[in-house]
């Protein structure tokens, strides 16, 4: 269990500098008989105090099959998704992790679907409060295949309806092709769609097939693949076909 913590000072200080600069009006001041501050009190540690001592219970319900329950609170310092995977790099060094285990995040951040990318030896899932479960190896393959081929990146032009026949058939397709990619030339391929998400603001999500549902109509990232296919094509196809 992840949740967001304290932002660095760093990020306090920009934040006070570009209200100030928004919102400054020269020559005004506040009127002290207008606005009076009063004293409130947070219930938010007694909250999570609560949340702790209740995981700590957890793993000695019968019903309960897990072992441990990492917990980073609120005290701890960075967003909630990047403890996470900084925890999971962690924990894959070790000699005791057992590798190609199905992880399941419940997230509502689409910034979960690049960071989990990464990792293209691992199986994961994101699962959203629509209650649908989305597996990163489809969409993965899916951004892997687009790359390999000589058509525009989906989002650039009109698709045919998607049925559970067309679904598992593009799956082959996709599976066809990527099977003939090394690891080395899939991870740096990932690793630099990951890295242009960052630029575009993952946010933005394309229209990707398998997370359409989202709700985003946004374009403008399969514009950017698009790009990158079309400079990395002679060399993607060169790796592939030898």
Known sequence: VFLDGPCPAIRFQKLRERWFVSSHIEGFTINPNEF?????????DGAHASLEKYLKR??????VQAKSVI?????????????YFDYFREMKSHPDFVPSRRHIILSNTNEMFF??????????????S??????IDLLRNFILYHMAIEEPFPGLYEQ???????????????????????????QQIINDVVALSIVVSSENFPPFNYIKKLGTSASTFSKVLDAYRKLNQPYIACQING
């Open 36 to 44: 009076v501050l009063e004293e409130s009190q947070s219930n938010e």
């Open 71 to 83: 917990y980073s609170s609120v005290t701890t310092p960075g967003e909630a998704k990047y403890k």
């Open 160 to 186: 045919d309806p998607i049925t559970p026949e067309s679904q598992q058939k593009r799956q082959l397709q996709y599976q066809k092709i990527v099977s003939k990619m090394s690891y080395q030339l899939k």
């Open 115 to 128: 960071l989990a990318l990464q990792f293209i030896d691992e199986k994961f899932y994101i699962l959203k």
């Open 58 to 63: 957890l793993i000695n319900y019968d019903n």
């Open 130 to 135: 629509n209650h649908v479960l989305y597996d």
